[in-house]
């Protein structure tokens, strides 16, 4: 048993050392697949400049996209496209939001995403009117209407956005 042990340990090891080294190599442009190349053209000029980790990096993401059904791609490109409009300032603040969104709590990031999932349920009109409410106020105005809103239970929430 102990053998068998041993064995296994250093089988995993090696397969360990084997996948942490095969990602420091440079992938060549020609050893992709034509769905890889295809997906990643708009990178061939400079793929050769790029770090193997992020060629890795790349050559995953495209085959994450290549499994992807048409609709999820369209949403990504969608998004993408959103993005590269934004302003540098834009960006950055929306990186410290999503800092922020990741240093939560599990059930903190639940309760936002059920938030973020009603108020997109709701009919444009509502959200509009919503969004105009929100930067009528003042900072002290907002700070107290989120604090009113942590204090409610979700059926008092409910009942308030029906009544609008």
Excluded: G
């Amino acid at each position: 048993m102990r053998k068998f042990i041993t064995i296994f340990t250093l089988f995993t090891a090696l397969l360990i050392t084997e996948q942490v080294l095969s990602q420091d190599k440079v992938i060549a442009w020609s050893s992709l697949t034509p769905v890889e190349q295809q997906t990643l053209a708009p990178l061939q000029n400079n793929w050769q400049k790029l770090s193997p980790e992020r060629q890795a990096k790349l050559r995953n993401n495209a085959q994450r996209w290549s499994q992807m059904d048409p609709q999820q791609q369209a949403k990504i490109k969608q998004n993408r496209k959103r993005w590269q409009s934004l302003t540098p300032e834009q960006r950055e603040q929306l990186k410290v939001k999503r800092a922020k969104f990741l240093e939560m709590n599990p059930e903190q990031r639940q309760r936002m995403q059920q938030a973020f999932k009603r108020f997109n349920e709701l009919p444009p009109e509502q959200r509009k009117q919503m969004r105009q409410r929100f930067q009528d106020m003042t900072p002290e105005q907002r700070k107290q209407m989120r604090q009113r809103l942590r204090d409610m239970t979700p059926e008092q929430r409910q009942q308030l956005l029906r009544k609008r």
